[in-house]
C-alpha cells in the first residue's frame, strides 16, 4: 500500500476500531456553538465540524462482535471527523508542515503529517520488524496468506436479538463440544441441534446468505466466534468456524515475508495511533450535537427534516 494511502487508512481508524466518541466536553467552556442553520454536528475546541464533513466519511456499518444491533454509521463517521481534526490541530501545534501531494490548508494533509511524524518518531516502519517477528506473525496467521471461498460452521439459531447477545456471550471461547452443549440448550435450528450445531458450509457465490458469509470470510480461522447478525431468514445467529480451507496459500519466502512485515506493521502503527488519538481527546473540548447528528444521511449524504 502506498505511503498516503496507509496513512489515510491508519487516520481514519479502518485498520482497527475507532475509538468511542465523547459526549461531553472534557473541558470546562468551549467558544463553538450550533448555527442558525443547525449545520454543525460537533466541536474540537473551536473547530467546527458540519454535516457535510460528517457525511462524507458515512460508511456501510459492519455488525460489533457481541452486538445484535448494528451500529449507527452516522456516529462511527463522527469519530473519523473528530479524528481527523484532533491530528490536525495537533500538527499545528508541533508547526509541522502538510504531507507532500496534499492539497494546501486541507485537514487530512497536515493530519498525515502527524501521523508520519509520531510513527518515525517511534521507530514503527516496516524495516523494524525483524525477519523471526515476521516468520512467527506468518506462523499464527496463516488465514491472511491465502484465500478462503468455502467455511464450515458450527450455529446457534435464535429469535431474539437479546438473547442472541447473551448467548454470544456465552460461547466466547467454547470448543466445538461446549459450542453445541450451547446450541442444544437454546437454538431453536433443529437439524444443526441434532447434528452438534454442526450447521455445515458456507459456499461464496451468488446463493449465499451474504450477512452470514460476510460473517464467516471475516473469521476465518477455525475456533473462531461471531455474531450475533442477522440473516436473511430473519433469524440471529452465532457462528463457530470449524474449518476454513485455504486455497492458494502463499508460502514462506520473500513474498510472504514482506507482507507479514506489512500487517505486523501496520498493527502497530494502528495501536500507536489509536493511543495518540486517545491523548489528545482527554486534552480536548469536544461537544457533539445530537440532533444536529441525526440529521446527517447514514447513506453518505446530509439529510433534511
Not at 212 to 233: F, H, N, T, Y
Amino acid at each position: 500500500m502506498p505511503r498516503n494511502r496507509l496513512a489515510a487508512a491508519l487516520l481514519l481508524g479502518t485498520l482497527g476500531g475507532a475509538v468511542a466518541c465523547r459526549h461531553t466536553p472534557s473541558k470546562a467552556t468551549s467558544t463553538c456553538k450550533q448555527d442558525a442553520a443547525s449545520s454543525v454536528v460537533a466541536c474540537v475546541d473551536d473547530t467546527v465540524i458540519r454535516k457535510d464533513e460528517v457525511s462524507a466519511f458515512v460508511r456501510e456499518p459492519t455488525w460489533t462482535p457481541g452486538v445484535a444491533a448494528l451500529p449507527d454509521p452516522r456516529r462511527a463517521a463522527l469519530d473519523e471527523a473528530i479524528r481527523l481534526h484532533l491530528f490536525a490541530q495537533e500538527a499545528r501545534a508541533r508547526k509541522l508542515a502538510p504531507a507532500s501531494g496534499a492539497p494546501a490548508g486541507s485537514p487530512q494533509g497536515i493530519a498525515q503529517a502527524l501521523m508520519q511524524s509520531e510513527l518515525a518518531a517511534r521507530g514503527l516502519g516496516r524495516d523494524s520488524v525483524s525477519d523471526d517477528e515476521a516468520k512467527r506473525w506468518f506462523d499464527d496467521h496463516p488465514e491472511a496468506f491465502g484465500e478462503i471461498d468455502d467455511v464450515h460452521v458450527q450455529a446457534i439459531v435464535l429469535r431474539d436479538p437479546r438473547l442472541a447477545e447473551q448467548v454470544w456471550a456465552k460461547a466466547k471461547g467454547a470448543d466445538r463440544d461446549a459450542f453445541a452443549a450451547l446450541a442444544t440448550a437454546y437454538s431453536i435450528d433443529e437439524p444443526s441441534k441434532a447434528k452438534g450445531a454442526d450447521f455445515g458450509w458456507i459456499h461464496a457465490g451468488r446463493d449465499a446468505d451474504r450477512t452470514l458469509l460476510g460473517l464467516v470470510l471475516g473469521l476465518r480461522r477455525p475456533g473462531s466466534i461471531g455474531g450475533p447478525v442477522r440473516a436473511a431468514d430473519g433469524r440471529w445467529y452465532v457462528l463457530r468456524i470449524l474449518e476454513a480451507p485455504l486455497e492458494h496459500q502463499t508460502p514462506w519466502g520473500e513474498l510472504a515475508k514482506a507482507k507479514a512485515k506489512n500487517l505486523l506493521a501496520r498493527e502497530r502503527q494502528r495501536v500507536a495511533l489509536d493511543a495518540l488519538e486517545a491523548s489528545l481527546r482527554s486534552r480536548a473540548t469536544i461537544v457533539v450535537f445530537d440532533d444536529a447528528l441525526a440529521t446527517v444521511s447514514s447513506k453518505g449524504q446530509a439529510a433534511t427534516k
